[in-house]
């Protein structure tokens, strides 16, 4: 399978935004997530990290 797991990273660390994300487009200000089973999420920021061996992308906020 190539889902992946998304990620925000905060000061506390990463928090989880949306599993199983199957696609991520441009959206405004940020990026749209969506996920095998059709669930949206909309993450703000850039993307920080993506480890596609792991199923892992982290998004940062910007300034």
Same mark, same amino acid.
């Given at each position: 399978?190539?889902?992946?797991?998304?990620?925000?990273?905060t000061?506390?660390?990463?928090? *989880?935004? *949306?599993?199983?994300?199957?696609?991520?487009?441009?959206?405004?200000?940020? @990026? +749209?997530?969506?996920?095998? @089973?059709?669930?949206?999420a #909309?993450? +703000?920021?850039?993307?920080k990290?993506?480890?596609?061996?792991? #199923?892992?992308?982290? @998004?940062?906020?910007?300034?």
């Amino acid at each position: 399978m190539c889902e992946s797991k998304v990620f925000l990273a905060t000061a506390e660390g990463e928090e *989880l935004v *949306l599993e199983d994300v199957t696609s991520i487009k441009p959206d405004g200000d940020g @990026f +749209r997530l969506v996920n095998l @089973f059709g669930e949206q999420a #909309h993450v +703000r920021g850039q993307i920080k990290d993506i480890d596609l061996l792991k #199923h892992r992308i982290v @998004f940062e906020l910007t300034a």
